[in-house]
């Protein structure tokens, strides 16, 4: 494999969970990698490499999105938020604490995925209905849950994040 030099590389900056990064990339670089590689984004997982599991789902500029169907070099002066940027400085956000409550999750591979899709939804659809929830969970794959805890659990982030002393 030829080593690509420093200068045939391309500089990303983005913001990433609230913070100004950069790093370097070969122009063909999925962000999914990028996130995880360059800048330590760990949480980003990556199950398909085809956009259909949803285990790699981020949010560029609010909007969830396959970060294995991105290239790096898109994210570029954008806004990405990773499951790492979800609880804030008071502690886990409403749907990271539904989720421990209702047992949402098991191996955890595809959580990640579904707390940014679901986070994304919540702020679109504060009052979503059982069959709604699980419209947005049809774009997920996961082996372990059946899907049952997972809809309670962002059921009940809804209606937590409707009370005043909620946090996102």
Same mark, same amino acid.
């Given at each position: 494999m030829k080593r690509i030099e420093r200068d045939a590389r391309c500089r990303v900056d983005l913001t990433l969970n609230g913070v100004q990064r950069s790093g370097w990339c070969d122009n063909r670089t999925l962000l999914s990698d990028f996130l995880r590689q360059e800048l330590g984004a760990t949480g980003t997982h990556v199950g398909c490499e085809h956009g259909v599991c949803g285990a790699c789902t981020v949010r560029v500029d609010g909007m969830a999105v396959r970060a294995c169907l991105m290239l790096a070099v898109q994210a570029e002066g954008r806004h990405v938020? /990773?499951?790492?940027? =979800?609880?804030?400085?008071?502690?886990?956000?409403?749907?990271?604490?539904?989720?421990?409550?209702?047992?949402?999750?098991?191996?955890?591979?595809? /959580?990640?995925?579904? =707390?940014?899709?679901? /986070? &994304?939804?919540?702020?679109?659809?504060?009052r979503p209905?059982?069959? &709604?929830?699980?419209?947005? =969970?049809?774009?997920?794959?996961?082996?372990c849950t059946g899907y049952t805890n997972i809809v309670r659990a962002v059921l009940d982030a809804a209606a937590e994040r409707r009370t005043p002393a909620s946090d996102a």
């Open positions: 938020d /990773t499951v790492e940027g =979800l609880a804030g400085a008071r502690g886990m956000s409403a749907l990271q604490r539904a989720f421990k409550r209702h047992h949402a999750l098991q191996c955890g591979y595809c /959580t990640p995925g579904i =707390l940014m899709s679901a /986070t &994304q939804f919540l702020q679109r659809v504060p209905s059982e069959q &709604q929830v699980r419209e947005m =969970l049809s774009g997920h794959l996961c082996r």
